[in-house]
């Protein structure tokens, strides 16, 4: 067994070999507890016959363990000062491929088809940068890829966001999009001490395991989207305000918010978050004739 790349002294002596040094800008925080690892790989239920999707390796810590227990790990790198250290730190893994490509750009479906072939169950499981976090998953998400789940690591408030429900404070547009696609929930908090640099930020890890079909059924997923973003732009706001104020023409169709509103059984003095996607589902399909 070769020996952990995530310990503080292997970490430090694969930095200090290659003069590494940390961009702020892209969000680099290494992970150098092994078990914390372990446990994030664990969550995604990889099996031998598992293909792993990774964004943002850093020196190869996660995917190191992502190898061990996958069947192939795929992972995308941003920063070109990476690649030579990953191809030293995983070279007693040739089932681990790194592809140098931003994520928000690569054409991953077409990626997943190349690489992935003959492999049936797939879970993206990363450390993920941390100012990028929220596009990275829509795209996971919207692109319908054919994958099982994400498990992640992101900022502990992003992941009470996530799998927030109605009437908390966290609840918002970005809980209802990701759990129209997913089951959402947080499995592990993690400080940030087990990081090298230490984040300012307390970490989570999510599990988001993707529904065989949205978790409602709306008649236009963009306007659906749309609606819900509307509702929460304003959180002091009503429901009523926030659509009026927020809906292309709302002003001057405020007479159809009402009637939709009444329709769905809402009292437009409440607040966007006290809703639950099965009332921003029916609320939609009420409002979009009059919208689209």
Request: cysteine-free.
């Amino acid at each position: 067994m070769n020996k952990d790349i995530a310990t503080p002294l292997r970490t430090r002596t694969i930095l200090e070999k290659y003069g590494f040094t940390f961009k702020k800008s892209l969000g680099q925080n290494f992970l150098i507890d092994t078990n914390v690892l372990k446990n994030i790989v664990d969550h995604a239920g990889l099996t031998n016959n598992t293909g792993a999707i990774e964004i943002g390796p850093g020196i190869g810590a996660l995917t190191e363990q992502l190898a061990r227990k996958s069947k192939k790990v795929v992972a995308f790198e941003i920063d070109q000062r990476l690649l030579p250290i990953l191809k030293d730190t995983l070279a007693p893994y040739p089932n681990a491929k790194i592809i140098h490509a931003d994520v928000l750009k690569a054409d991953v479906g077409e990626i997943i088809n190349e690489e992935f072939a003959g492999i049936n169950d797939i879970m993206v499981v990363a450390n993920l940068p941390y100012y990028v976090t929220t596009p990275i998953i829509m795209k996971l998400l919207e692109e319908n890829l054919p994958i099982r789940g994400i498990v992640v690591m992101l900022q502990k408030e992003v992941a009470d966001r996530i799998s927030a429900n109605p009437g908390s404070k966290d609840y918002g547009s970005l809980s209802i999009a990701v759990q129209y696609y997913t089951k959402a929930e947080t499995v592990m908090v993690v400080p940030k001490t087990v990081f090298v640099p230490q984040p300012n930020v307390d970490s989570a890890v999510i599990r988001l395991i993707k529904r065989d079909k949205p978790a409602v059924s709306v008649i236009d997923e963009e306007f659906f989207f749309v609606v819900t973003r509307a509702s929460f732009a304003q959180r002091r706001k009503t429901i009523l305000n926030n659509l009026t104020s927020q809906l292309p023409n709302g002003k001057e169709l405020k007479d159809h918010i009402m009637a939709a509103l009444h329709g769905a059984d809402i009292d437009p003095g409440r607040r966007g978050e006290t809703l639950s996607i099965e009332e921003f589902a029916l609320l939609s399909n009420l409002l979009y004739p009059n919208f689209r």
